[in-house]
């Protein structure tokens, strides 16, 4: 069975732009998470996104925000983008009736 | 608001010993706990979960226990190898959705 597949795996934007980051769960999970890992502030949940509905929302700005389509993939938004907003990105599927989630490998945004 | 600590930033340990990493909450409401092994720029490795109705989950040289009137949990790695060696995070969940609350990691090197 094939793992959670992030792309890209590296980005490099300048302040002000926007980007997209695409994840796609390991098959049959409908549930998709996001997490931002920075050194600062370690791992912190994004959102999460069930049968293409937000079922959880985090504490981030309304600059973040995501989406879900029918086949489960996802991806994610950041508009206006910030230095601070430079970090590695990680999607978690999860299978139904269960809270192990399963993580993709991450990509690395950084925002200069 | 710290909800997972992992206080013990790093822990060596020589090959063949038993490693014991720790992790204390602070929200009553979790009721599932999980284990991640992380290697630098790769997403989290699941390791091994425990319900709160449960004191103890074991997985081949793998054990989580679980104290809930102490808000404590640990991981105990027996024997130790040195591809063990990782950053080590401890996660809970409530039981609503796929938000997990991470710990801010633990650094075990296992030492041959």
């Known amino acids: 069975k094939a793992g959670v597949t992030q792309t890209p795996r590296y980005l490099i934007k300048t302040r002000g732009q926007q980007v997209t980051l695409s994840c796609s769960p390991i098959s049959g999970h409908r549930s998709v998470s996001w997490y931002q890992q920075t050194p600062g502030q370690g791992l912190q949940f994004l959102f999460e996104y069930f049968s293409e509905t937000q079922r959880n929302k985090g504490n981030f700005p309304g600059r973040f925000s995501g989406r879900q389509f029918s086949n489960s993939r996802s991806e994610m938004n950041v508009s206006t983008l910030e230095l601070g907003d430079s970090a590695l990105y990680l999607c978690?599927?999860?299978?139904?009736?269960?809270?192990?989630?399963?993580f993709g490998q991450g990509t690395r945004l950084t925002v200069v | 608001d710290q909800q997972v600590k992992q206080n013990s930033p790093s822990l060596s340990v020589q090959e063949g010993r038993i490693s014991i990493l720790n992790c204390d909450y602070t929200n009553s409401m979790f009721d599932y706990f999980l284990w991640y092994k992380k290697y630098p720029a790769e997403g989290p490795t699941f390791l091994i979960s425990?319900?709160?109705?449960?004191d103890k989950n074991e997985d081949g040289r793998f054990t989580v226990f679980l104290n809930k009137s102490a808000k404590h949990l640990s991981l105990h790695i027996v024997p130790s190898q040195p591809g063990d060696s990782a950053v080590y995070f401890c996660a809970a969940n409530t039981e609503y959705g796929n938000k997990l609350v991470f710990g801010a990691g633990t650094i075990l090197r296992v030492k041959s």
């Open positions: 978690a599927s999860t299978p139904s009736r269960s809270t192990e989630a399963f």
């Open positions: 425990i319900s709160s109705i449960k």
